[in-house]
């Protein structure tokens, strides 16, 4: 039982490239989430996913899109990095209680 | 809107200290509370949670009461190891929908021998 799960664990971008964070749960969760951690601002919500084939925008989607691939796999995907997505995203799941459960993180860095 | 306030820190403590950090909350409805931790390197795990007014959630020495008339969910322990160091993040969460949660901004505790 793995739990949460993302990859990459670090990477560097250039200005303009795209990537796609994967995340995947073996804890048959419905509810999925992204997050960004930056200093000073704790997490904030990027995008959440209720339930399998459904996907909603959080805080600061802006600059970033979502794909529920089936009930395991939430990734998150930037389509033209920026500096300011510079971070550390963290997936987390929830199942049928309230605690949220977080995977490892991936560190970013857009030069 | 919801908000959670604590401070960011960092604490300083000597081992065997008495840790307090304050987190204080505003929320439309009856949130549950919780304290999450990270450790160097690592993504958050819940450390204690409490689910209405009154409620302590206790866990690894550390307790919280969930005090509703000051909205508050203050984090203690009586005698703090060097293993405790990490950032302490105070969160609520609002029953229904997918359930939202929101995060105070972190306090970082380092603890030294």
């Not at chain 1, 997490?43 to 459904?54: F, K, M, N, V």
């Not at chain 1, 600061?60 to 389509?79: A, D, H, M, Q």
């Not at chain 2, 690592?42 to 409620?55: P, V, Y």
Request: with cysteine; charged share 15%; glycine share 10%.
């Amino acid at each position: 039982n793995a739990g949460v799960t993302q990859t990459p664990k670090f990477q560097v971008l250039k200005t303009g490239q795209s990537m796609t964070l994967q995340c995947a749960q073996d804890m048959n969760h419905n509810s999925m989430y992204w997050y960004r951690q930056d200093p000073g601002m704790g997490l904030r919500l990027i995008y959440y996913s209720a339930s399998e084939g459904t996907t909603d925008k959080g805080e600061v989607p802006n600059g970033y899109n979502v794909s529920r691939l089936n009930k395991r796999e939430f990734s998150l995907r930037l389509e033209s990095a920026a500096p300011s997505q510079t971070s550390v995203y963290f997936c987390a799941s929830r199942g049928v209680q309230e605690t949220q459960y977080f995977g490892p993180g991936t560190r970013l860095l857009v030069l | 809107g919801n908000s959670v306030t604590q401070m960011e820190g960092p604490v300083t403590l000597s081992e065997e200290a008495f840790l307090t950090i304050n987190c204080t909350y505003t929320a439309t409805g009856y949130p549950s509370l919780f304290w999450y931790v990270q450790y160097p390197g690592e993504g958050l795990q819940l450390l204690l949670k409490a689910t209405k007014a009154d409620d302590k959630g206790s866990n690894k020495g550390f307790e919280a009461t969930y005090r509703k008339e000051t909205t508050s969910f203050h984090l203690e322990k009586g005698s703090v190891q060097v293993s405790d160091s990490a950032v302490y993040f105070c969160a609520l969460s609002l029953a229904g929908g997918y359930q939202k949660v929101t995060f105070g901004i972190g306090t970082k505790l380092q603890v030294i021998p």
